[in-house]
């Protein structure tokens, strides 16, 4: 079982070439084996003003549009992950956002070449990663999980 000792989350979110590709079992079986928990996880299709929010600190790069477009492009899998150091972690497990420079071994590196197409997004801070669970999760991983998970008493 994994620790619930630390409540350090992280936002973790394949993208649509991961689901496409059929790599979400794959991306979680890394954080899983890591030690981490996984406490809330969806299939959607991620709207598009929420994914203007989210990536907002890109929207004056050329590839902004690109990027959104890339996004909508099918479903993803948005996941809450707990555990020591689960931000920084999560960045080491997915590996460096350009794939060609990701180390093999992370996710990117092993899996991907093209940094437009580059799988999964992690949070790169405690505080991003909060404010992104908040957006993503909007009624809170407390309410999901009464919602989905209330026989089990969380
Ligand atoms: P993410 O948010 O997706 O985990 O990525 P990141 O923090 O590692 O990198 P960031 O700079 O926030 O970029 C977000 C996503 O934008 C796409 N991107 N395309 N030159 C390009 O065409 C370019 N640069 C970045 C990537 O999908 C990147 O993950």
New binding site residues.
Partial sequence: MASTEYTERTYIMV?PDGVERGLVGEIIKRFENKGYQLVAIELFKAEKTILEEH?K??SG?S?FP??IA?MQSGPVVGMVWQGKEVVKTGRLL?GA?NPLESAPGTIRGDFCVD????L???S?SVQNAESEIKLWFPRGVTQWKRERLDSLLY
Avoid: S
């Fill in positions: 993208k990536y600190d890109l790069r590839f690109r990027l890339y997915l956002t940094v437009g197409q580059n999964c997004h992690g790169d």
